[in-house]
């Protein structure tokens, strides 16, 4: 995880809960499946099982190792299309290099985050450096679909690059949590990156017995997901560990509660918080496109062979392959 803890600095605190304020309650929690992604690499499928109407407005979230590769084993994705959502990169432990057909890219490595709005339609690819590739190591990331409503689907493709140390940190009332914030406002501390889709989006720890009472919009939705260690969330005490994704009803603040012991995987429990606006339109996605009528999938799809979303710049750059 990023090498900075709540007790190395002195951070803003966010004040406990009105006494009126309406806790959220857990309506479900989910364990994601393993599978693979892109040329091979291990992702957990955090929104499995959960209906598009929860989860609005985002799409799709894949936890991205983690896992520690030998030399020679990192993966990433060959150069692909997207059409018609945003995607957020967000790595935690290792280092990607990203490149898209708009002249975006950059790398991105250890708490960075990469904001790609892919609109009316881009080709990108992200892969491990040469370097990566030949020593091996960790990695672990986060990559997250927003989606776009139907008037922003074709917006010009854009790139934002987060750097670990603009995102603004927080901590609990009482000092015990640390909230990372990239993107939305918290307590009134805003995030940096700016999204067309309103929504917020924060990397939670929280050590053994603390425990986090975290305002949140009444017109947002809310989830967390455990990227690592043991916990609960909501005054019902849900039981939470790494993997699983649990799905808030109404309200104004939601809890978040680590276990008195953690194991040797997590010195804390880490999590994911993220809700947004629902865009309440109808969504279409196939592959790497994210539409509102089939009709329109037809035409991304269409418009990728003709070549219309981008192409592969001169200079690109390609996953590196080992020789044997």
């Known amino acids: 995880m990023p090498a900075v803890t709540a007790d190395t600095l002195i951070l803003p605190r966010l004040q406990q809960p009105a006494p009126d304020s309406v806790e959220r309650p857990v309506r479900s929690v ?6 693979y992604e892109g040329e091979g690499f291990p992702v957990r499928r955090a929104f499995h099982g959960v209906d598009l109407a929860s989860l609005d407005p985002f799409v ?37 290099q990203h490149q898209d057909s708009h002249g975006g890219g950059g790398v991105i490595t250890d708490g960075a985050t990469q904001w790609m709005t892919a609109g009316a339609g881009i080709l990108h690819i992200e892969t491990p ?19 776009l409503p139907k008037r922003d689907k074709f917006r010009p493709p854009r790139y934002q690059s987060i750097e670990g140390p603009q995102v603004s940190l927080l901590t609990s009332h009482d000092g015990g949590a640390l909230i990372r914030v990239i993107a939305g406002d918290i307590g009134g501390y805003r995030g940096p990156g700016s999204t067309y889709t309103p929504i917020s989006f924060l990397h939670v720890t929280t050590p053994p017995g603390a425990q986090l009472q975290l305002p949140w919009r009444p ?14 969330v909501g005054t019902e005490r849900r039981a939470l560990e790494g993997g699983q994704l649990a799905v808030f009803g109404a309200g104004d603040h939601l809890t978040i509660s680590a276990a008195d012991r953690q194991d040797a995987s997590s010195a804390n429990l880490e999590v994911l918080v993220l809700g947004g606006l629902p865009i309440g339109e109808p969504v ?8 509102n009528t089939e009709e329109e999938i037809m035409q991304a799809i269409l418009d990728y062979r003709a070549g219309r979303l981008g192409v ?6 390609m996953p590196h392959v080992p020789r044997d």
């Open 60 to 96: 799709h979230m894949d936890q991205m190792g983690a896992v520690d590769y030998g030399p020679g084993e990192p993966k990433g994705t060959p150069w692909h299309p997207h059409r018609g959502f945003e995607t957020v990169t967000y790595m935690i432990d290792g280092t990607f």
């Open 284 to 291: 279409v996605h196939y592959g790497p496109f994210v539409m």
């Open 30 to 35: 989910t364990t994601a499946p393993r599978g």
């Open 219 to 232: 017109d947002f939705n809310a989830l967390v997901y455990a990227l690592a260690g043991f916990g609960s």
């Open 129 to 147: 450096p040469e370097a990566l590739v030949m020593s091996g190591g960790l990695f672990h990331g986060i990559q997250l679909w927003v989606n």
């Open 312 to 317: 592969v710049p001169a200079d690109a750059l």
